[in-house]
C-alpha cells in the first residue's frame, strides 16, 4: 500500500536556479525534485504550490496559504506532509507551524537546500531523510536537514534555532536534535531532554482555530553598549517587544543609558507587553537578573528566543495571553528532562 505524501513547495533554494550569477526562484526546480524521487517504491505524491517565494520574502499572508495548504493536505488523507523552504527563515516558520500544527495527526516535515538542486548540495539527502522519517508514522512537525559532514539529523521544529551565521548550520536548542538518518532508518536521540516516541503519539494537545501572528511585535537582540535611548517607541509603538538575553539570562543593568532593566520598564509604562528570553530555571541566576526578571511583564523559561516570538506574535494576533502561550508545551518545545 502506497503512502500518500503531500508535496508543499514554497520556494526558497531547494526551488531555485542560478541564473547570471544570481539564485532566484525557479518552477522547474520543482520539476525536477519530483522527477527525482517520482518512482521512489512505496510512495505516491501529490503536488501543491501555495506560493513562490525566496523564504527572506515570506509575509504573513504567504504563511497563513502555506499552513491552509498542509491542513487541506492532512484532511484529504494524506500520511505525511513534506514542506519544501528556504533556509533564511526556515526557523521562524517552522517554530510557527510546529504551534499552529500542533495537533497534527500526521509527520510534517520540513525540507530546505543550501544550493539550488542543479548545484549540487544537501537537497535531495534532506528530501530523502524526510521520506525515510515520514515512514515512521511519529506525528508532529519536524525539520530534515545534513550540516556539512553530518548525517541528516531530524529537528522538533518547536526547538529549532537560528541557523549559524555565514556557514547557515542547523540545530536544535542546547544542541539536542530529536534523532538522525543513518542508512535509510531514523534513529531517535534517547536523551532525556527529548520526549519519547510514545509522547508524540499521546500528545494532547488541541490547537484552536483562528490562531494567527500579529506584526505588531518588535524584537531586540541584545549586545554589549546598546544605548536605549535611541529605542523609542512613542509616535508608533508596538503591542508587544521581545528582548534577547545572552545566554546565561542576564543583560546590562548598569545604572544610566545601558540599562536594559530601566529601558523595560520605560515600554511597560508606555504600556507596551515585554517579554525576556531565554531563561533557563535550573540555573542559578546572576547578579542583575532579578531586576531585568521584574522590569519584564513576562520572562519566558526553558524555551529558545525563536519561538518566545513566535509565541507573543500569536498571542497578540490571537488575543490571547502571553504568559498562558509561553508557559504550555504544547510541541514539546520546552528544554526540561521528559524522564
Given at each position: 500500500?502506497?503512502?500518500?505524501?503531500?508535496?508543499?513547495?514554497?520556494g526558497?533554494?531547494?526551488?531555485s536556479?542560478?541564473r547570471?550569477?544570481?539564485?532566484?526562484?525557479?518552477?522547474?526546480a520543482?520539476?525536477?525534485l519530483?522527477?527525482?524521487?517520482?518512482?521512489r517504491?512505496?510512495?505516491?505524491?501529490?503536488?501543491?504550490?501555495?506560493?513562490?517565494?525566496?523564504?527572506?520574502?515570506?509575509?504573513?499572508?504567504?504563511l497563513?496559504?502555506?499552513?491552509?495548504?498542509?491542513?487541506?493536505?492532512?484532511?484529504?488523507g494524506?500520511?505525511?506532509?513534506i514542506?519544501?523552504?528556504g533556509?533564511?527563515?526556515?526557523?521562524?516558520?517552522?517554530?510557527?507551524?510546529?504551534?499552529?500544527?500542533?495537533?497534527?495527526?500526521?509527520?510534517?516535515?520540513f525540507?530546505?537546500?543550501?544550493?539550488?538542486?542543479?548545484?549540487?548540495g544537501?537537497?535531495?539527502?534532506?528530501?530523502?531523510?524526510a521520506?525515510?522519517?515520514?515512514a515512521?508514522?511519529?506525528?508532529?512537525?519536524?525539520v530534515?536537514?545534513?550540516?556539512?559532514?553530518?548525517?541528516?539529523k531530524?529537528?522538533?521544529?518547536?526547538?529549532?534555532?537560528?541557523?549559524?551565521?555565514?556557514?547557515g548550520?542547523?540545530?536544535?536548542?542546547a544542541?539536542?536534535e530529536f534523532?538522525?538518518?543513518?542508512?535509510?532508518r531514523?534513529?531517535?536521540?534517547?536523551?532525556?531532554?527529548?520526549?519519547a516516541?510514545?509522547?508524540?503519539?499521546?500528545?494532547?494537545?488541541?490547537?484552536l482555530?483562528?490562531?494567527?501572528?500579529?506584526?505588531?511585535?518588535?524584537?531586540?537582540?541584545?549586545?554589549?553598549?546598546?544605548?536605549?535611548?535611541?529605542?523609542?517607541?512613542?509616535?508608533?509603538?508596538?503591542?508587544?517587544?521581545?528582548?534577547k538575553?545572552?545566554?546565561s539570562?542576564?543583560?546590562?543593568?548598569a545604572a544610566?543609558?545601558?540599562?536594559?532593566?530601566?529601558?523595560l520598564?520605560?515600554?511597560?509604562?508606555?504600556?507596551i507587553?515585554t517579554v525576556?528570553?531565554?531563561?533557563?530555571?535550573?540555573l542559578?541566576?546572576?547578579?542583575?537578573?532579578?531586576?531585568?526578571?521584574s522590569a519584564?511583564?513576562?520572562?519566558?523559561?526553558?524555551?529558545?528566543?525563536?519561538l518566545s516570538?513566535v509565541k507573543?506574535?500569536?498571542?497578540?494576533?490571537s488575543?490571547?495571553n502571553?504568559?498562558?502561550l509561553?508557559?504550555?508545551?504544547r510541541?514539546?518545545?520546552?528544554?526540561i528532562?521528559?524522564?
Open positions: 500500500m502506497n503512502r500518500k505524501v503531500a508535496l508543499v513547495c514554497t526558497g533554494t531547494i526551488g536556479s542560478e547570471s550569477g544570481i539564485i532566484d526562484t525557479d518552477v522547474s520543482r520539476e525536477t519530483i522527477n527525482r524521487f517520482a518512482e517504491r512505496g510512495y505516491s505524491f501529490s503536488t501543491f504550490a501555495p506560493v513562490n517565494e525566496l523564504s527572506e520574502n515570506m509575509s504573513a499572508e504567504a497563513e496559504k502555506i499552513a491552509d495548504c498542509v491542513r487541506a493536505a492532512i484532511a484529504g494524506s500520511d505525511a506532509i514542506i519544501t523552504h533556509t533564511d527563515t526556515l526557523t521562524f516558520t517552522a517554530n510557527l507551524f510546529s504551534q499552529l500544527l500542533a495537533d497534527a495527526p500526521v509527520p510534517v516535515i525540507v530546505s537546500a543550501d544550493k539550488p538542486l542543479d548545484e549540487g544537501n537537497g535531495y539527502d534532506n528530501f530523502a531523510a521520506l525515510n522519517f515520514a515512521e508514522k511519529i506525528r508532529g512537525v519536524f530534515a536537514y545534513k550540516n556539512p559532514g553530518e548525517s541528516v531530524i529537528h522538533l521544529a518547536s526547538r529549532l534555532v537560528e541557523s549559524e551565521q555565514l556557514t548550520y542547523v540545530s536544535s536548542l544542541s539536542c534523532g538522525q538518518i543513518r542508512d535509510g531514523f534513529l531517535w536521540n534517547d536523551s532525556p531532554l527529548n520526549p516516541l510514545s509522547d508524540l503519539v499521546r500528545n494532547p494537545f488541541k490547537v482555530p483562528g490562531e494567527r501572528v500579529s506584526t505588531e511585535v518588535v524584537s531586540l537582540v541584545g549586545r554589549s553598549l546598546t544605548d536605549f535611548r535611541y529605542l523609542n517607541f512613542d509616535k508608533q509603538p508596538p503591542k508587544a517587544l521581545v528582548y538575553l545572552y545566554h539570562g542576564t543583560a546590562c543593568t544610566g543609558r545601558y540599562d536594559a532593566a530601566e529601558f520598564e520605560r515600554l511597560g509604562k508606555a504600556g507587553e525576556v528570553a531565554p531563561v533557563c530555571d535550573l542559578t541566576p546572576y547578579s542583575g537578573a532579578d531586576r531585568i526578571y519584564a511583564k513576562y520572562v519566558a523559561k526553558n524555551v529558545s528566543f525563536e516570538v507573543t506574535m500569536l498571542a497578540v494576533g488575543g490571547k502571553v504568559g498562558e509561553l508557559n504550555e508545551n510541541a514539546f518545545e520546552k528544554l528532562e521528559y524522564r
